[in-house]
Protein backbone atom coordinates (compact mmCIF):
# COMPACT_ATOMS: atom_id res chain seq x y z
CA UNK A 1 0.00 0.00 0.00
CA UNK A 2 0.71 3.70 -0.31
CA UNK A 3 3.33 5.28 2.30
CA UNK A 4 3.77 8.80 3.76
CA UNK A 5 6.95 9.12 5.59
CA UNK A 6 7.79 11.84 7.98
CA UNK A 7 11.29 12.94 9.19
CA UNK A 8 12.44 13.60 12.03
CA UNK A 9 10.10 11.16 14.02
CA UNK A 10 11.52 12.59 17.74
CA UNK A 11 12.55 15.78 18.21
CA UNK A 12 13.67 18.27 21.15
CA UNK A 13 14.21 21.78 21.16
CA UNK A 14 15.13 24.37 23.58
CA UNK A 15 12.23 27.08 23.24
CA UNK A 16 12.76 29.77 20.59
CA UNK A 17 13.97 27.98 18.11
CA UNK A 18 12.49 26.63 14.89
CA UNK A 19 11.50 23.07 14.05
CA UNK A 20 11.21 21.76 10.56
CA UNK A 21 9.43 18.36 9.91
CA UNK A 22 9.17 16.95 6.08
CA UNK A 23 6.35 14.78 4.72
CA UNK A 24 6.59 12.61 1.86
CA UNK A 25 4.40 10.71 0.03
CA UNK A 26 6.79 7.39 -0.84
CA UNK A 27 4.90 5.99 -4.17
CA UNK A 28 1.89 8.27 -4.84
CA UNK A 29 1.90 12.18 -6.14
CA UNK A 30 -0.22 13.80 -3.67
CA UNK A 31 -1.66 17.25 -4.75
CA UNK A 32 -3.08 17.32 -1.18
CA UNK A 33 -1.30 17.19 2.46
CA UNK A 34 -2.67 17.81 5.53
CA UNK A 35 -1.10 18.11 8.77
CA UNK A 36 -2.45 17.51 12.18
CA UNK A 37 -1.85 17.74 15.71
CA UNK A 38 -2.67 15.57 18.70
CA UNK A 39 -1.97 16.11 22.32
CA UNK A 40 -2.34 12.72 25.03
CA UNK A 41 -5.59 11.00 24.97
CA UNK A 42 -7.26 13.64 22.82
CA UNK A 43 -8.24 13.44 18.89
CA UNK A 44 -6.61 14.10 15.53
CA UNK A 45 -6.73 17.76 15.24
CA UNK A 46 -6.49 19.34 11.43
CA UNK A 47 -4.32 22.19 11.89
CA UNK A 48 -4.06 23.11 7.95
CA UNK A 49 -4.45 22.17 4.20
CA UNK A 50 -1.19 21.88 2.40
CA UNK A 51 -1.92 22.60 -1.26
CA UNK A 52 0.33 21.86 -3.58
CA UNK A 53 1.96 25.34 -5.86
CA UNK A 54 -0.59 27.20 -3.25
CA UNK A 55 -0.46 29.00 0.15
CA UNK A 56 -1.98 26.44 2.67
CA UNK A 57 -5.43 27.07 4.28
CA UNK A 58 -5.59 27.12 8.36
CA UNK A 59 -7.95 25.76 10.55
CA UNK A 60 -9.42 28.67 12.35
CA UNK A 61 -7.38 29.47 15.41
CA UNK A 62 -4.12 28.00 14.17
CA UNK A 63 -1.39 30.95 13.78
CA UNK A 64 0.04 30.68 10.09
CA UNK A 65 3.27 32.55 10.86
CA UNK A 66 3.84 30.45 13.88
CA UNK A 67 2.96 27.48 11.56
CA UNK A 68 4.84 27.23 8.44
CA UNK A 69 3.80 24.84 5.82
CA UNK A 70 5.48 25.18 2.36
CA UNK A 71 4.31 22.15 -0.60
CA UNK A 72 7.02 22.28 -2.94
CA UNK A 73 6.15 19.26 -4.31
CA UNK A 74 3.60 16.62 -5.37
CA UNK A 75 5.67 14.26 -3.07
CA UNK A 76 6.89 16.79 -0.11
CA UNK A 77 5.07 19.16 2.30
CA UNK A 78 6.76 20.99 5.33
CA UNK A 79 5.83 22.49 8.43
CA UNK A 80 8.21 24.64 10.20
CA UNK A 81 7.02 25.76 13.98
CA UNK A 82 8.50 28.73 14.35
CA UNK A 83 9.81 30.13 17.76
CA UNK A 84 8.62 26.76 19.38
CA UNK A 85 7.35 27.34 23.18
CA UNK A 86 6.90 24.24 25.56
CA UNK A 87 2.91 24.50 24.81
CA UNK A 88 3.89 23.85 21.08
CA UNK A 89 5.19 20.23 22.19
CA UNK A 90 2.56 17.57 20.56
CA UNK A 91 2.48 14.89 18.33
CA UNK A 92 2.58 16.10 14.63
CA UNK A 93 1.16 14.16 12.00
CA UNK A 94 0.72 14.54 8.42
CA UNK A 95 -1.52 13.15 5.80
CA UNK A 96 -1.53 12.84 1.94
CA UNK A 97 -4.01 12.06 -0.16
CA UNK A 98 -4.07 9.34 -3.11
CA UNK A 99 -6.65 9.71 -5.46
CA UNK A 100 -5.23 6.88 -7.55
CA UNK A 101 -7.09 3.74 -9.19
CA UNK A 102 -8.16 2.22 -5.76
CA UNK A 103 -10.44 4.92 -5.20
CA UNK A 104 -10.15 8.06 -2.53
CA UNK A 105 -7.37 7.20 0.52
CA UNK A 106 -5.96 9.23 2.97
CA UNK A 107 -2.53 7.67 4.46
CA UNK A 108 -0.88 9.00 7.49
CA UNK A 109 2.23 9.54 7.97
CA UNK A 110 4.20 7.91 11.22
CA UNK A 111 4.31 11.23 13.08
CA UNK A 112 6.74 13.71 14.76
CA UNK A 113 6.82 13.97 18.81
CA UNK A 114 7.89 17.55 19.28
CA UNK A 115 9.17 18.35 23.16
CA UNK A 116 10.36 22.10 23.42
CA UNK A 117 12.53 22.75 26.86
CA UNK B 1 -20.13 23.08 12.36
CA UNK B 2 -19.52 19.13 12.52
CA UNK B 3 -20.47 16.33 15.03
CA UNK B 4 -18.96 12.84 15.26
CA UNK B 5 -20.28 10.50 17.68
CA UNK B 6 -18.80 7.07 18.76
CA UNK B 7 -18.97 4.76 21.77
CA UNK B 8 -16.04 5.82 24.08
CA UNK B 9 -15.13 2.93 24.89
CA UNK B 10 -15.81 -0.54 23.85
CA UNK B 11 -14.78 -4.41 25.46
CA UNK B 12 -14.90 -7.90 23.22
CA UNK B 13 -13.98 -11.04 23.33
CA UNK B 14 -10.87 -12.79 20.94
CA UNK B 15 -12.22 -14.51 18.14
CA UNK B 16 -15.43 -12.33 18.87
CA UNK B 17 -17.50 -9.97 16.51
CA UNK B 18 -17.76 -6.63 17.56
CA UNK B 19 -19.13 -3.64 15.38
CA UNK B 20 -18.38 -0.21 16.20
CA UNK B 21 -21.24 2.77 15.55
CA UNK B 22 -20.62 6.33 14.58
CA UNK B 23 -23.64 8.92 13.59
CA UNK B 24 -22.34 12.35 12.04
CA UNK B 25 -23.33 15.51 11.02
CA UNK B 26 -21.37 17.39 8.53
CA UNK B 27 -22.10 20.08 5.78
CA UNK B 28 -20.58 19.03 2.06
CA UNK B 29 -20.45 15.12 3.38
CA UNK B 30 -18.20 13.52 0.47
CA UNK B 31 -17.56 10.15 2.25
CA UNK B 32 -16.20 8.54 5.69
CA UNK B 33 -13.15 6.96 6.59
CA UNK B 34 -12.23 4.45 9.02
CA UNK B 35 -8.92 4.56 10.57
CA UNK B 36 -7.46 2.49 13.47
CA UNK B 37 -5.18 3.74 15.85
CA UNK B 38 -2.91 2.08 18.43
CA UNK B 39 -1.64 4.08 21.35
CA UNK B 40 1.04 6.41 20.85
CA UNK B 41 1.01 6.04 17.07
CA UNK B 42 -0.38 7.45 14.17
CA UNK B 43 -3.58 6.78 12.48
CA UNK B 44 -3.99 3.16 9.85
CA UNK B 45 -6.72 3.43 6.98
CA UNK B 46 -8.89 0.55 7.05
CA UNK B 47 -11.89 1.50 5.06
CA UNK B 48 -13.23 5.08 3.18
CA UNK B 49 -16.82 4.68 1.98
CA UNK B 50 -18.86 7.05 -0.42
CA UNK B 51 -22.24 5.36 -1.23
CA UNK B 52 -24.44 3.54 0.74
CA UNK B 53 -23.94 -0.41 1.67
CA UNK B 54 -21.36 -2.51 3.29
CA UNK B 55 -18.14 -3.06 1.73
CA UNK B 56 -16.18 -6.20 3.18
CA UNK B 57 -12.43 -6.31 3.33
CA UNK B 58 -10.80 -9.14 5.05
CA UNK B 59 -11.64 -8.99 8.88
CA UNK B 60 -13.36 -5.50 8.60
CA UNK B 61 -16.42 -4.41 7.33
CA UNK B 62 -17.11 -0.78 7.04
CA UNK B 63 -21.28 0.30 6.66
CA UNK B 64 -22.51 3.46 5.25
CA UNK B 65 -25.78 5.19 5.02
CA UNK B 66 -25.44 8.79 4.00
CA UNK B 67 -29.42 9.28 4.53
CA UNK B 68 -29.37 8.67 8.09
CA UNK B 69 -25.84 10.06 8.71
CA UNK B 70 -24.71 6.50 9.70
CA UNK B 71 -21.66 4.13 9.32
CA UNK B 72 -20.68 1.34 11.48
CA UNK B 73 -16.96 -0.90 11.51
CA UNK B 74 -17.47 -4.36 11.77
CA UNK B 75 -14.37 -6.54 13.23
CA UNK B 76 -14.58 -9.95 13.04
CA UNK B 77 -12.12 -12.74 14.72
CA UNK B 78 -11.16 -10.29 16.86
CA UNK B 79 -7.36 -10.62 17.68
CA UNK B 80 -5.34 -9.37 20.77
CA UNK B 81 -3.42 -7.27 18.07
CA UNK B 82 -6.97 -5.42 17.34
CA UNK B 83 -7.23 -3.74 20.72
CA UNK B 84 -6.77 0.33 19.50
CA UNK B 85 -8.75 2.95 18.88
CA UNK B 86 -10.87 3.15 15.77
CA UNK B 87 -11.78 6.35 14.24
CA UNK B 88 -14.44 7.70 12.31
CA UNK B 89 -13.80 10.47 10.17
CA UNK B 90 -16.12 12.12 7.64
CA UNK B 91 -14.71 13.60 4.37
CA UNK B 92 -16.29 16.88 3.88
CA UNK B 93 -16.65 20.19 1.96
CA UNK B 94 -14.94 21.75 -0.58
CA UNK B 95 -11.36 21.17 0.55
CA UNK B 96 -12.07 17.42 1.32
CA UNK B 97 -11.22 17.82 4.96
CA UNK B 98 -11.47 14.87 6.90
CA UNK B 99 -12.22 15.50 10.21
CA UNK B 100 -11.94 13.27 13.67
CA UNK B 101 -13.79 12.43 16.91
CA UNK B 102 -12.09 10.74 20.05
CA UNK B 103 -12.67 7.50 18.61
CA UNK B 104 -13.47 4.54 20.16
CA UNK B 105 -10.88 2.57 22.22
CA UNK B 106 -11.69 -1.30 21.57
CA UNK B 107 -10.32 -3.70 24.47
CA UNK B 108 -9.83 -7.54 23.05
CA UNK B 109 -9.78 -9.64 26.33
CA UNK B 110 -9.19 -13.17 25.72
Known amino acids: GAVVSQHPSRVICKSGTSVKIECRSLDFQATTMFWYRQFPKKSLMLMATSNEGSKATYEQGVEKDKFLINHASLTLSTLTVTSAHPEDSSFYIC?????????????FGPGTRLLVL | GQNIDQPTEMTATEGAIVQINCTYQ??????LFWYQQHAGEAPTFLSYNVLDGLEEKGRFSSFLSRSKGYSYLLLKELQMKDSASYLCAPLTGGYQKVTFGTGTKLQVIP
Open chain 2, 26 to 31: TSGFNG
Open chain 1, 95 to 107: SARDRGLGGETQY
